[in-house]
């Protein structure tokens, strides 16, 4: 058998994509994204069974399938659970890096969410950082009605 290959140079061809898309949100991220553009709150479900609080909201528990989740507005605070910080400019970054992502656990939430965080100097965040969510004055309904998270401890 002949490989077709074997005179071949092997060869990478470095390029991007750009992937616009777009889907119906549900019912349970609508009321959520709808939240935070007209009333800048946070929403969340709670299982009447777990009693887990999920930010974002889950339409069914996650942990014991139950289907009747209780909607629940959590804080907009809350605590620094990790972090990275971008250093590169990557194509998926809509901001100059570098950039910090963080995870925010909520007070009132059993569960984080990943944000920006805000911190021009970056060298006093650590976790435990007590943040607090920054509303746009324009919002859209979707997750960048946040701004990002702020140090306020
Ligand atoms: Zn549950």
Redesign the pocket.
């Known amino acids: 058998m002949t490989d077709i290959f074997s005179d071949v140079e092997p060869m990478v061809f470095k390029s991007r994509i750009n992937v616009p898309y777009a889907w119906w949100t549900g019912e349970t991220a609508e009321r959520f994204f709808l939240a935070l553009r007209d009333d800048k709150k946070i929403m969340g479900t709670r299982?009447p069974?777990?009693?887990?609080v999920f930010v974002p909201p889950r339409k069914v528990?996650p942990?014991?399938?139950?289907e009747k989740m209780a909607w629940v507005e959590v804080s907009s605070e809350g605590v620094l659970e990790s972090f990275t910080i971008v250093k590169r400019q990557l194509a998926a970054l809509t901001r100059k890096a570098p950039v910090i992502f963080g995870l925010i656990k909520l007070d009132g939430a059993d569960t984080s969410i990943l944000h920006y965080i805000e911190n021009p100097g970056h060298e006093d965040i650590k976790i435990g950082t007590r943040v607090a969510a920054k509303f746009n004055e324009e919002r859209s309904g979707s997750m960048q009605d946040i701004a990002c998270f702020r140090p306020i401890s």
Do not use: A, S, Y
Not at 49 to 52: D, I, L, P, Q, T
Not at 63 to 66: A, D, G, I, P, T
């Open positions: 299982c069974v777990c009693e887990k528990c942990l014991c399938f139950h």
